[in-house]
């Protein structure tokens, strides 16, 4: 009878040998960043790495480097090809009689390894010539016990629905991110007063951190390192991708509409005193924001208020209680490459890590400098050694942690997407160049202190 792959019939990370291999010319053995991994090699050595056998399976934490770097220098599907191909050659596979004892110590670690590469990510799926090599290679196997084909029937099934979710955040994004126009003055029934539906900063604050939540859970790691690299520069002229990094940019137009939501609330009353009224109630719901942990709405609140139609009203910022807003803006400060922030980032992050309720561990970092400091962690290392070996010692993809999972619930029961790390730190735009931090209300001399 067909039986069921136990716990206990998978293998723990790590706890194996790496195969044996010879390094290349030049390649180097020593000084591994991962265990079983040189600092530098050949692609094919490291795709080698990535290959289980019967006696071997790669660390998890190897798996998801390498995944996530390797597409700088090859596509996921030519990948997963060669990988298949690697694990039909190595095991024998195409032979008319298999040997199952040793297939049935192999296939578990297989079946792990894809389960991995498509839960993480899931977009490098989306071709059917990929799923044609899943189904070839574990066709293979299936003979020697009928419980690899169930699971990989669970595994294309979880598969289906996490690209089926995939498919659906992008149209929902991209029409919300559209822009209404109106030729005439828009009907009132329209045009309604943020205080008029929510008068309660700490509301509003759950609210915003709620979007948030649900727009960085359709980020995928991979758009981090798609980004900023278009091609390998040893390789042909063609890229290695296409444009996939719909999600992020569309959490980045997400910060610059909520700025100006801000400063459009702010500019709409006719009266100063409402105006006024208006401001401190963003000041504190940026204040509820903080305490939150969600420092990407508390900057584009913050962004919104220093924006010239906000900024140049100074009868208005006159009845304004501007003491706690001057805090905020110390906090977030772009002094010394926004070190108030990253103080506050890391004790947000070790309150996130010693929580003791789900509120406790959101921590939605500035996403603009976090971007800002991922363009230059791969500006500062090269990807390719001189000698055309994979510099598999500081790849880019080491600095992006591998999101937890879904973050089903509101945000009271929410866990963080992406958690903070020594380098985390945004802005407002997908290149440098485009940086505008939002000056200090101290440095403004329109505005009375």
């Not at 407002?428 to 009375?448: G, I, K, M």
């Amino acid at each position: 009878m067909p039986q069921t792959l136990s716990a206990s019939d998978m293998v723990t990370p790590g706890s194996l040998s790496p195969p044996t291999t010879e390094p290349t010319d030049g390649e180097q053995a020593g000084q591994p960043l991962l265990d079983g991994a040189p600092s530098s090699a050949s692609l094919e050595t490291l795709i080698q790495h990535l290959v289980p056998t019967a006696d071997y399976y790669p660390e998890k934490a190897y798996i998801f480097t390498f995944l996530l770097s390797s597409r700088l220098f090859i596509e996921p599907r030519e990948l997963l090809a060669r990988v298949c191909h690697l694990c039909i050659e190595q095991q024998q596979l195409d032979k008319p009689v298999l040997d199952k004892a040793r297939v049935r110590k192999f296939g578990p670690k297989l079946l792990q390894l894809l389960a991995e590469w498509t839960e993480t990510f899931p977009r490098d799926f989306q071709e059917e010539s990929t799923i044609g090599h899943l189904k070839d290679v574990v066709g293979r196997i299936a003979p020697c016990d009928e419980a690899y084909r169930k699971r990989m029937h669970q595994l294309l099934q979880a598969l289906h629905q996490k690209l089926a979710a995939l498919r659906q955040g992008p149209e929902g994004l991209v029409s919300a991110d559209k822009p209404i126009s109106y030729k005439t003055k828009p009907p009132a029934s329209i045009h309604r007063e943020l205080l008029g539906v929510c008068s309660d900063p700490y509301t509003l604050a759950q609210q915003l951190t709620h979007v948030e939540l649900e727009r960085l859970r359709h980020i995928g790691p991979e758009e981090f390192v798609q980004a900023f690299v278009n091609k390998d520069p040893l390789a042909s002229t063609k890229p290695c991708f296409s444009d996939k990094t719909s999600h992020l940019e569309a959490y980045v137009k997400w910060f610059n509409r909520l700025c100006y939501l801000v400063a459009t609330e702010i500019c709409m009353p006719a009266k100063k005193k409402q105006r006024a009224q208006v401001i401190e109630f963003f000041i504190d719901v940026a204040r509820e924001c903080f305490n939150i942990g969600n420092f990407n709405s508390l900057m584009a609140i913050i962004s919104g208020m220093n924006m010239s139609p906000v900024s140049r009203l100074k009868k208005t910022w006159a009845k304004v209680k501007t003491a706690k807003f001057f805090i905020l803006e110390h906090q977030m400060d772009p002094t010394g490459n926004f070190c108030n922030y990253r103080t506050a980032l890391r004790g947000a992050a070790h309150r996130s890590l010693t929580a003791h309720s789900s509120r406790e561990k959101i921590v939605i970092p500035f996403f603009s400098l976090l971007i800002k400091d991922i363009y230059f962690l791969n500006e500062g290392c090269a990807n390719r050694l001189p000698n055309g070996h994979v510099n598999f010692e500081t790849p880019l993809s080491a600095q992006v942690s591998p999101p937890p999972g879904s973050l089903p619930g509101p945000p009271r029961q929410r866990k963080p997407t992406w958690q903070a790390s020594r380098s985390t730190a945004g802005w407002a735009s997908l290149h440098p160049s485009s940086v505008t931090a939002p000056e200090s209300l101290s440095s403004r001399e329109e505005r009375p202190g």
